[in-house]
Structure formats: structure tokens, C-alpha cells
Nanobody, 124 residues
Framework: QVQLVESGGGLVQTGASLRLSCAAS????????IGWFRQAPGKGRAFVAA????????YYADSVKGRFTISRDNAENTVYLQMNSLKPEDTAVYYC?????????????????WGQGTQVTVSS
């Protein structure tokens, strides 16, 4: 069992940065692939980024590549999403999720556990 809690969201202006955190409980956290997804108003949940259980592999949606960086600290049971050069289209609720398989990291239905989400709003 893994419980996830996101934090770090907020209201920022275009071009600003935010760092989201995903704190996990559970002894097996380090064995899970962790992904970030986002859901904008009126839209479905979309893949943002994922990191393998050892942190050696990272994956990004094209829309955030070069601006967002995912990292993890297994000793602290935390995954981070550093978001730079934010745009209004990045506005969404951001969720982190844990997947023990890690094969289809970009598919939300593959994930076993989800956090409650944190709101990110980017004003123009």
C-alpha cells in the first residue's frame, strides 16, 4: 500500500517556476514508477512526466519537455516536479501516481495509487 500527498501548487504568472512535491508513505515506495498527470478544467487527465523506480529513466510529455524536470529521493520517499517557464496552458490540477509495473507509464489506468492533487494556476 502506498499513500501519496502532493504539495507545492499555487497561483503564478507566466514564466514563473514552481516545484511540486509528492510525498509517499509505504515501505515499498522505492519499487514504484512514479508519474505526474494533470487535469485541466473540462479535459481528461493527461500524462506529464514519469520516473522509474531507481530514477535512472525519466519520461516527459512533449508539451513540457525542456521546461519540467522530474526527480526522486527514495531516502525521503519524495518525488519532485520542477516546473519552469510556466504557461497559462499549464493550468490544471496536478496528480502524482504510483505504478508497480512501470511499462506503460503514460497511461493513467496503469497506475495503482493516486494522490488528491494540487492546483496550479498560471496567469497571463
Amino acid at each position: 500500500q502506498v499513500q501519496l500527498v502532493e504539495s507545492g501548487g499555487g497561483l503564478v504568472q507566466t514564466g514563473a517556476s514552481l516545484r511540486l512535491s509528492c510525498a509517499a508513505s509505504g515501505r515499498t515506495f522505492s519499487s514504484y514508477t512514479i508519474g505526474w498527470f494533470r487535469q485541466a478544467p473540462g479535459k481528461g487527465r493527461a500524462f506529464v512526466a514519469a520516473i522509474s523506480w531507481r530514477g535512472g529513466s525519466t519520461y516527459y510529455a512533449d508539451s513540457v519537455k525542456g521546461r519540467f524536470t522530474i526527480s526522486r529521493d527514495n531516502a525521503e520517499n519524495t518525488v519532485y516536479l520542477q516546473m519552469n517557464s510556466l504557461k497559462p496552458e499549464d493550468t490544471a490540477v496536478y496528480y502524482c501516481a504510483a505504478d508497480h509495473r512501470g511499462a506503460n507509464f503514460f497511461i493513467d489506468s496503469e497506475y495503482d495509487y493516486w494522490g488528491q492533487g494540487t492546483q496550479v494556476t498560471v496567469s497571463s
